[in-house]
């Protein structure tokens, strides 16, 4: 996965996650989470705001 799967990321996020509400995640635990799940293989400073509020938008989709 790269930073660009935000789709996929978010699906990640929510099975590791389950009981976390996505609207309460900072943006530090948000990249820490995604770099520590598994097939996840892109630099870490590729990642900007602008990715992260991706990520945690398609999140807050898939858990609704």
Known sequence: MKWTDV???AIE???AYPDTDPTRVNF???MNWVLAL???DD???R???R???GI???WIDEVA
Do not use: R
Request: hydrophobic content about 35%.
């Open 43 to 45: 630099d870490p400073k």
């Open 51 to 53: 990715i992260l509020e």
């Open 56 to 58: 945690q938008q398609a």
């Open 13 to 15: 996020l929510s099975d």
């Open 38 to 40: 598994p097939g996840f």
């Open 7 to 9: 789709e996929e990321i």
């Open 28 to 30: 530090v635990d948000l």
């Open 47 to 49: 990642c900007g705001e």
